[in-house]
């Protein structure tokens, strides 16, 4: 029965291909372009100022609204900032990590230090951000425990924690792929540089970092974009400091349609993000 | 090639997506000026065995809280109606939770029962199926923010006063007045705290209506441009003052008790979570009077378990459990009779249940409306939807 079914699929190939696309496009097109177009359409509506009923009425007052407040912009170009600085910690802090992994590290403990970098993800987004609460209370958290004896203060709840919890949440998503192409770089390829006469940082500036820039791409993918729509985080050690997902959640209740325009802000934002990286040709040789 | 076919198929069927939400967005009518018409219940029948409830935090306890506090169990093992409980943080989140048509019933409060009244989300209550309505203070029944147009549309649940708490080893003097989490120069600065809500800016209105007489404030929720204005420049000053504005309660109690919160608005509630975990807080209702809330136990019109939530806002009026609830939660009861069995005996005294005196400075929540709630004629009002706006602007500048 299998067998005869495997053979007609083998004589036909476009009832092969419609088999094994039907599920993907079909997930595709209903469950992730279909919520990206509802949210698009929705951002056009409004509400009964009353009953806080959509009123499905086209109309541009919700984008008027957005972009003629300054609390918006602000709100915009905070988040640009904390996921630029997530990103950007995450990579310094990531690329030395991963290259004692892939060069410096003995194979055998190579396993165990991706097994290390990965158990942050076994524990609850949750867990960890409460546990940040708690380290960065000021004044009794354990961060002014240890630090302030040599002058160091915990920031407080604010625009930093949320830039350290957030690069906390999304370092292994950068390790990971960093590690990964550096696993791939041949190892002839630094000794060469070496013996011309290049310094380590010379080496690294010219050799390493061109060759695994991709890598860091796809890692900034997943750190500029994670950070740009989260909201728990802000919620939890971000003090009185708002994201764009807090205004989306603050007003999905309340005022779905304006809620629907600001979540428009980080789709274009990641859009315009993703046709740089491709101009830069990082796609092209991940 | 297939390639191309591919994504030429895909855009197809994406257009028809579009199309698809498109058409069904027209089908529904948008809402009109009037209360849409929905049938009360004329009959109990045989629970659904279950019954999902939006509700604030502490109207609801199963002993998993505390195994002392508990009006649930009883209730499930008399009806065989399990209660599954969603706690709402705000009454707009209430609103929308119960925009979903997925809860029966929902302990609403003043700013968010009209908009459900006249947004068709919930149904006229047939009082006669519920023995205890009978016992509810006179004063609590047919009010503005439970009926239209002489039609019960819920049960009283009880009311209180929003409290100013405040740190007892830390604040002193003991604060007296709202002023204390306006005041610019506060010593507390960066530990002072606010409810994260747009209802909030009444409360910074009730201040001003206190202690600047020339804006001719009456009722905090009847504000017409200039005052409205006032209250959001009032709320700028704070800004800088808080740490932290609270919607979460549990969050908001880990906060007074680390110390990162020291003053500000919270429920008794709250003040009776931190008490349990020995924090030295105390909370009070200053001189100017408060915002506070009257909630009401209404039903969905969508209800997909009435029998149960009929059985449901029954026992939570009764006197054993609105006693327990009241008590629990800090606040009055609404049924006459609790009062003779709360384990406190003075506990209706406490919280003022029959002493009207007491709730003539209590603004209950209640929804702003361009017509002034207020009796003005000569202006108009600025609706909640803009109360909303200036929140949200306010909390992101």
Not at chain 2, 8 to 29: W, Y
Not at chain 2, 127 to 141: C, S, V
Not at chain 2, 218 to 238: G, T
Request: glycine share 8%; charged share 15%; proline share 5%.
């Amino acid at each position: 029965m299998l067998d005869s079914v495997a053979t007609a699929m083998h004589r036909r190939p476009r009832l092969r291909l419609a088999a094994l696309l039907t599920a993907p496009v079909l997930w595709l097109v209903v469950a992730y372009l279909g919520a990206l177009a509802t949210l698009l359409v929705t951002a056009f509506f409004t509400i009964d100022s009353f009953t806080g009923n959509v009123v499905r009425k086209f109309n541009l007052d919700n984008f008027h609204d957005m972009l003629t407040d300054a609390a918006y912009k602000n709100v915009v170009l905070r988040t640009l900032g904390i996921a630029i600085s997530v990103t950007l910690l995450c990579s310094v802090l990531a690329i030395p990590m991963a290259f004692y992994m892939a060069k410096i590290a003995k194979p055998k403990s190579q396993k165990i230090l991706v097994a290390l970098v990965l158990t942050p993800l076994w524990a609850s987004y949750l867990v960890k951000i409460y546990a940040w609460r708690t380290m960065l209370e000021p004044g009794s958290g354990v961060v002014d425990w240890l630090l302030g004896p040599i002058g160091i203060h915990s920031p407080g709840f604010g625009g930093p924690a949320i830039i350290i919890g957030l690069s906390y949440l999304w370092l292994p998503y950068m390790i990971l792929p960093i590690y990964a192409g550096l696993e791939r770089l041949p190892n002839n390829l630094l000794d060469a540089s070496g013996d011309l006469g290049a310094h380590n940082f010379y080496t690294f500036r010219k050799v390493i970092l061109p060759l695994i820039f991709p890598s860091l791409v796809a890692g900034s993918m997943f750190t500029f974009s994670l950070s740009l729509g989260d909201y728990i985080t802000a919620q939890i050690i971000g003090g009185k400091l708002q994201m764009l997902g807090n205004v989306v959640y603050q007003n999905f209740s309340i005022n779905l349609p304006f809620a629907a325009t600001i979540a428009t802000i980080p789709v274009s934002i990641m859009a315009l993000y993703l046709y740089l990286v491709r101009r830069t040709g990082a796609l092209a040789s991940m | 090639m297939q390639k191309k076919r591919l994504f030429s198929r895909i855009a197809v069927a994406s257009v028809a997506a579009l199309i698809l939400a498109g058409c069904s967005s027209g089908s529904d009518s948008a809402s009109d000026s009037g209360v849409p018409k929905i049938d009360m219940m004329k009959k109990l029948g045989a629970g659904e065995g279950q019954v999902n409830v939006v509700a604030w935090a502490g109207y609801v306890e199963n002993g998993s809280t505390d195994p002392k506090v508990d009006w649930v169990t009883g209730f499930e093992k008399d009806t065989g109606c399990k209660v599954n409980v969603k706690n709402g943080a705000t009454s707009d989140d209430m609103v929308a939770l119960m925009k979903t048509g997925e809860y029966d019933v929902v302990s609403a409060s003043g700013d968010a029962s009209l908009r459900l009244i006249y947004g068709g989300d919930v149904a006229p209550v047939n009082t006669d199926l519920i023995p205890n309505y009978a016992d509810i203070f006179k004063n609590l029944k047919m009010q503005q923010w439970n009926s239209v147009g002489g039609v019960a549309y819920g049960i009283p649940h009880g009311r209180g006063a929003n409290l100013l708490a405040y740190r007892t080893d830390i604040v002193k003097p003991a604060p007296t007045s709202w002023g204390s989490v306006f005041d610019a120069n506060s010593p507390y600065k960066g530990k002072i705290t606010a409810y994260d809500s747009p209802i909030y800016i009444a409360d910074a209105a009730l201040y001003l209506m206190a202690t600047q007489p020339d804006l001719k404030i009456k009722y905090p929720y009847a504000l017409d441009q200039a005052q409205f204005d006032a209250a959001v420049a009032l709320l700028k000053v704070q800004k800088p003052l808080i740490g932290e504005y609270w919607g979460d309660y549990l969050k908001h109690v880990a906060s007074l008790k680390s110390g990162g919160t020291v003053l500000g608005t919270t429920w008794q509630v709250n003040i009776n979570l931190a008490k349990g975990e020995k924090v030295p807080v105390e909370g009070i209702k200053p001189t100017e009077g408060s915002t506070g809330w009257s909630d009401t136990w209404m039903i969905s019109s969508k209800a997909k378990n009435p029998n149960c939530a009929y059985l449901w806002m029954n026992h939570i009026a009764s006197p054993a459990a609105n006693a327990a609830v009241a008590e629990w939660f800090g606040e009055a009861p609404s049924n006459a009779k609790s009062c003779a069995l709360t384990a406190d005996p003075n506990h209706c005294a406490t919280f003022h249940a029959a002493d009207d005196a007491y709730w003539a400075d209590v603004y209950y929540w209640n929804t702003a409306t361009e017509t002034c709630l207020d009796g003005r004629t000569d202006v108009k009002c600025v609706p909640y939807s803009e109360w909303v706006k200036a929140w949200s602007s306010l909390r992101n500048s």
